[in-house]
């Protein structure tokens, strides 16, 4: 496996699954640590002191938003000589992926399902950093939310009466 691979640094474990798993802990193997973000942490103060650090990530899926100081998005990693590797503990087991997993869907009978959208994205228009002397697009075509159940992409719709099985 990757992680039977030499490696001359710090291998942080990331278990956000494990009993004892804590972003408190020192990334060992019997101290894993939690989330992305707690590992981050470690890594970068690791990194910025010249040592390689790998991550050593569990079998799982991944949704974590990683964030630094000031909300700023953390992928400020020093810029040195440093090895820095994320590995998965068992290939092709861990999963890194954008999406959420919405729970608590309400039947509303003729095989419809709904749930409330958080979100006010709506499409980009007036006003938008659009390319100027851009043709306009249609709504549908520059909304951009995603739908998958099962692994299948749902067909979007604007309205609930166009709402047909395999939409959303």
Known sequence: TLEDEAFTGVILHLN???SNASD???GSASQPLKTMQGAFDKMV???GSGQNVRILFYSGVYRDTLIGTGNRQHWMIPNNSARLEFVAKEKGKAIFSGSDVWRGWKN???GLWSKAWPNNWGAPGAGDDLTPGAPDVPELAARRELVFVGGQRLAQVLNKTTLRAGGF
Do not use: C, V
Request: glycine share 16%.
């Open 16 to 18: 956000p699954w494990g």
């Open 108 to 110: 509303e009978g003729s």
């Open 45 to 47: 103060a690791l990194k």
């Open 24 to 26: 408190s802990n020192d």
